[in-house]
């Protein structure tokens, strides 16, 4: 008998997701789920035992996902030889190799699950899952993953028709985002913005899903994500003159010390039209807490759209670099500054297959 659905999460913003695809399940497949935390990424802290509380996973395992460079021995196998015959044949090689390697890491057999569900499959995990003869559901990275430009053919520039088909057909290399032989299909939120009509994507409107929360699944979430509710909560009860309070988005950019410069002058240009706020990104690590010491900052693990849940915080303005901004409701106005602004921080070239 199999085990129901499965998840492959590699940050919060990816169990959030989780939860409202569970949410919209009928009531009788409701705790019949399990979620596995990927360690490549992220540290989860104790978010791992509060998921099964919530009643609707029944279980949650850790996965020391390991990148290639943890195998030195995988090295000589990723040198660009020059052409595409010298570079296929040790890709193909890397590829079985890399997942033989993984199998002694990977928590769960997955085969034992009904659905498998794997948000962004270009890590380990995507190629472990190829190899092993494992059908999955790929599901974008972040909102709108894909708008930017299509990371599976900037990633294979050059005779892609090619290792399309040594991925797709062969299953000799791999290829992320639906374009490997045992993706079933690849979940997006906005068909429109993705500039790729590759057959295998599937429309599934976040909004909708956040439409759909009842009271309880709202609590639910917050009590999942947020460890130290009461404290958030006086908190927010405490920001004052909402109409002009403001909040940064930060992000994992550049170098720290580039970092702290940029979001320096964020902080400086936008404390001229109010007061203003951090919501620390995940994988963030540059100390927030020693260079901005006098701004109330968000936890970086509760994700971005939980703060949509807290009754009462509503902000003028929320600014990003690159954050997608589509599933903000807690702010009047989205600023999103793009390629251009980081410009001014790195060379151009850098965010150059990047479309606006």
Not at 9 to 27: D, G, M, Q, W
Not at 233 to 262: F, H, M, S, W, Y
């Amino acid at each position: 008998m199999k085990k129901g659905r499965i998840y492959v999460c590699h940050t919060f913003y990816h169990v959030y997701i989780s939860f409202l695809k569970e949410f919209a399940r009928p009531a009788e497949e409701k705790g019949n789920a399990t979620m596995v935390l990927s360690l490549m990424s992220n540290d989860f802290g104790d978010i791992k035992d509060r998921i099964p509380q919530s009643g609707y996973f029944k279980e949650c395992f850790e996965f020391d996902e390991k990148r290639d460079t943890e195998f030195p021995e995988l090295a000589k196998y990723r040198k660009d030889r020059g052409n595409i015959i010298a570079n296929m044949i040790p890709r193909i090689v890397f590829t079985s190799k890399f997942a033989k390697l993984q199998e002694k890491y990977v928590p769960v057999e997955f085969r034992e699950y009904d659905e498998i569900y794997v948000y962004c499959d270009s890590d380990p995990i995507g190629i472990y899952l190829n190899k092993h003869h494992i059908k999955y559901h790929a599901v974008e990275d972040g909102l709108n993953y894909l708008a930017s430009f299509i990371n599976a053919k900037h990633d294979n520039k050059g005779h892609f028709g090619i290792k399309k088909f040594l991925s797709m057909n062969l299953n000799l290399i791999f290829i992320q985002d639906g374009y490997s032989k045992y993706c079933i299909d690849m979940e997006v939120n906005d068909l429109s913005v993705v500039k790729d009509d590759f057959y295998k994507y599937v429309e599934v409107p976040r909004a909708k899903l956040v439409e759909k929360l009842t009271e309880e699944q709202k609590e639910t979430l917050v009590r999942v994500f947020v460890k130290e509710i009461d404290k958030i909560r006086e908190g927010i009860a405490n920001l004052g003159g909402k109409d002009n309070n403001i909040i940064i988005l930060t992000e994992p950019l550049c170098t720290l010390d580039v970092r702290e410069q940029l979001f320096r002058d964020l902080y400086e240009e936008y404390s001229k039209e109010g007061m203003v706020f951090f919501k620390v990104h995940p994988r963030d690590e540059l100390d927030y807490d020693k260079y901005f010491p006098e701004v109330f900052k968000f936890d970086k693990k509760v994700p971005m759209e939980i703060l949509n849940l807290f009754p009462g915080l509503h902000f003028k303005k929320v600014v990003s670099v690159f954050t997608q901004l589509g599933s903000v409701n807690f702010a009047d106005e989205k600023v999103y500054l793009g390629k251009k602004f980081m410009d001014k921080y790195e060379d151009p070239s850098v965010h150059a297959a990047i479309e606006e």
